[in-house]
């Protein structure tokens, strides 16, 4: 009895000394998936805590755990408000997720841990004050309320699931709004790759400045490099030809660069040709970061470097400021590149001054910021798309819901023929329809499972202004 007695006292021990040692590598060298989820609840819980102002565990729990993978419900945080960090492990010591916010440029992920480094790309940002409420909008945020508009934003169909916040615009007029329960018209939304078109009308600014050219190239420093033959209008419309895998499901290329990556565009400029330049249409956030490096050392000059603060406040000074987006924040990453493919926070209001901005041909209270067609031209159909894309980081259709791949999700909803789309993830929307003068911006938290279309939202206001 002795005998068994020890050798199970012997078994016990070796499987606590296993045991211990899979905790301790886990620890020590988590799996990638895991540091992806890590990042990513660190970095969504800080950006909606210091930019959004929101409660840090209503975020976990909202935003991270309840749409996300089931292995989120393992995060644990730990937020320090002083030094504006977050941290985020599964079962509170596997994944070493890190944030840090950086004031002007908002939050990053930190994956090196080189928080100091991190914490160079900062400006601090003017005070702009929010818009008056007693001012029409857009100078002002006070409403010119439509009824019968306004009641299809009651409608919850309409609205659609986990809807945080919808404006519709006509003729330059605030005509009806909605918040979900929580939010208001002052919360920063985060508009994912909406983000792209604010990046693609940065590209135009500095087109205008005469610093870029839509047919340049040679963006990679070897003459030899087969990537150098792509050009700015071929990474305007997702047609460079570059490897990039966009799936979320997984460690990709995707969510490897925005949260196992300190410098994200050096690693999209790393990837390879999967395709000759322009023959092929690819819609990567990638691609996105790249077109942010380019503008950003365009804008660079001998005074300024490409990360410097001068060039990180060119968003605000040239575009948020000329707007009134007294709330938007474009975010950089760890080595200062503008995260512009899904990074920016805005209120519903601003996001709809920016939307009304494009509708304008890029002028805005008579002062022209775009060139004259550049907006025209980010409509226009990218060649390779097969109809589903502009040239200018812009959609030329809405979310597919559940339509069939290969289907226009646009045919039944009838939807005028002009109309084109800003689009994000998890429900983020913006439809501008030029011919009706016409805007409709949807935020919310809406997986794409859910196949929610805010296409019928469009449909009902546009009948409704008939």
């Given at each position: 009895?002795?005998?068994?007695?020890?050798?199970?006292?012997?078994?016990?021990?070796?499987?606590?000394?296993?045991l211990?040692?899979?905790?301790?590598?886990l620890?020590?060298?988590?799996?990638?998936?895991?540091?992806?989820?890590?990042?990513?609840?660190?970095?969504?819980?800080?950006?909606?805590?210091?930019?959004?102002?929101?409660?840090?565990?209503?975020v976990?729990a909202?935003?991270?755990?309840?749409?996300?993978?089931?292995?989120?419900?393992?995060?644990?945080?730990?937020?320090?408000?002083?030094?504006?960090?977050?941290?985020?492990?599964?079962?509170?010591?596997?994944?070493?997720?890190?944030?840090?916010?950086?004031?002007?440029?908002?939050?990053?992920v930190?994956?090196?841990?080189e928080?100091?480094?991190?914490?160079q790309?900062?400006?601090?940002?003017?005070?702009?004050?929010?818009?008056?409420s007693?001012?029409?909008?857009?100078?002002?945020s006070?409403p010119?309320?439509?009824?019968?508009?306004?009641?299809?934003?009651?409608?919850?169909?309409?609205?659609?699931?986990?809807?945080?916040?919808?404006a519709?615009?006509?003729?330059?007029?605030?005509?009806?709004?909605?918040?979900?329960?929580?939010?208001?018209?002052?919360?920063?939304?985060l508009?994912w790759?909406?983000t792209?078109?604010?990046?693609a009308?940065?590209?135009?600014m500095?087109?205008?400045?005469?610093?870029?050219?839509?047919?340049?190239?040679?963006?990679?420093?070897?003459?030899?490099?087969?990537?150098?033959?792509i050009?700015l209008?071929?990474?305007?419309?997702?047609?460079?030809?570059?490897?990039?895998?966009?799936?979320?499901?997984?460690?990709?290329?995707?969510?490897?660069?925005?949260?196992?990556?300190?410098?994200?565009?050096?690693?999209?400029?790393?990837?390879?040709?999967?395709?000759?330049?322009?023959?092929?249409?690819?819609?990567?956030?990638?691609?996105?970061?790249l077109?942010?490096?380019?503008?950003?050392?365009?804008?660079?000059?001998?005074k300024?470097?490409?990360?410097?603060a001068?060039?990180?406040?060119l968003?605000r000074?040239?575009?948020?400021?000329?707007?009134?987006?007294s709330?938007?924040?474009?975010?950089?990453?760890?080595?200062?590149?503008?995260v512009g493919?899904?990074?920016?926070?805005?209120?519903?209001?601003?996001?709809?001054?920016?939307?009304?901005?494009?509708?304008?041909?890029?002028?805005?209270?008579?002062?022209?910021?775009?060139?004259?067609?550049?907006v025209?031209?980010?409509?226009?159909?990218?060649?390779?798309?097969?109809?589903?894309?502009?040239?200018?980081?812009?959609?030329?259709?809405?979310?597919?819901?559940?339509?069939?791949?290969?289907?226009?999700?646009?045919?039944?909803?009838?939807?005028?023929?002009?109309?084109?789309?800003?689009?994000?993830?998890?429900?983020?929307?913006?439809?501008?329809?030029?011919?009706?003068?016409?805007?409709?911006?949807?935020?919310?938290?809406?997986?794409?499972?859910?196949?929610?279309?805010?296409?019928?939202?469009?449909?009902?206001?546009?009948?409704?202004?008939?």
């Open positions: 009895m002795a005998r068994w007695l020890k050798l199970a006292a012997a078994a016990v021990l070796v499987l606590l000394v296993l211990g040692g899979a905790v301790l590598t620890a020590l060298h988590p799996p990638e998936l895991l540091r992806v989820g890590a990042g990513y609840g660190a970095k969504m819980v800080c950006s909606n805590v210091f930019i959004a102002g929101r409660d840090a565990q209503a976990l909202d935003d991270v755990q309840a749409p996300g993978h089931p292995i989120l419900k393992l995060l644990r945080l730990r937020v320090d408000t002083d030094r504006k960090l977050v941290r985020a492990d599964l079962l509170g010591f596997v994944g070493k997720g890190l944030a840090v916010y950086r004031p002007g440029t908002g939050c990053a930190v994956p090196d841990g928080v100091g480094k991190a914490m790309y900062q400006f601090a940002p003017l005070k702009v004050w929010a818009p008056s007693s001012v029409p909008w857009p100078t002002g006070q010119e309320t439509v009824p019968a508009v306004q009641a299809l934003l009651e409608q919850d169909a309409l609205a659609g699931p986990g809807m945080r916040g919808i519709v615009i006509h003729q330059g007029r605030l005509i009806a709004q909605r918040y979900g329960a929580g939010f208001h018209a002052g919360v920063p939304l508009g790759s909406m792209k078109t604010v990046s009308a940065l590209v135009g500095q087109i205008a400045d005469g610093t870029l050219k839509p047919q340049q190239n040679g963006f990679w420093p070897d003459a030899g490099d087969p990537r150098a033959a050009t209008a071929q990474l305007m419309a997702m047609s460079s030809g570059l490897q990039f895998n966009e799936g979320y499901g997984a460690v990709s290329d995707v969510t490897r660069m925005l949260y196992l990556e300190p410098d994200m565009a050096a690693y999209s400029g790393s990837l390879p040709l999967a395709q000759a330049p322009g023959s092929t249409w690819n819609y990567s956030s990638g691609t996105t970061l077109l942010s490096r380019i503008w950003q050392r365009a804008a660079a000059d001998a300024h470097a490409a990360t410097s001068a060039v990180l406040s968003p000074e040239r575009l948020f400021d000329p707007l009134g987006m709330s938007a924040v474009m975010e950089a990453d760890a080595r200062g590149n503008m493919s899904s990074y920016m926070y805005a209120s519903t209001q601003d996001w709809a001054r920016f939307g009304q901005f494009l509708l304008q041909d890029g002028v805005w209270q008579g002062k022209r910021l775009l060139p004259e067609g550049f025209a031209g980010m409509q226009q159909v990218a060649p390779a798309s097969g109809g589903q894309y502009g040239q200018g980081q812009v959609w030329r259709r809405g979310p597919s819901g559940a339509t069939p791949e290969g289907q226009n999700p646009d045919l039944p909803f009838k939807l005028p023929a002009d109309t084109y789309w800003l689009e994000g993830h998890d429900g983020q929307s913006i439809a501008i329809v030029p011919s009706k003068q016409l805007l409709v911006v949807r935020l919310g938290l809406t997986p794409h499972s859910l196949n929610y279309q805010p296409q019928a939202l469009l449909a009902a206001v546009v009948k409704a202004l008939e």
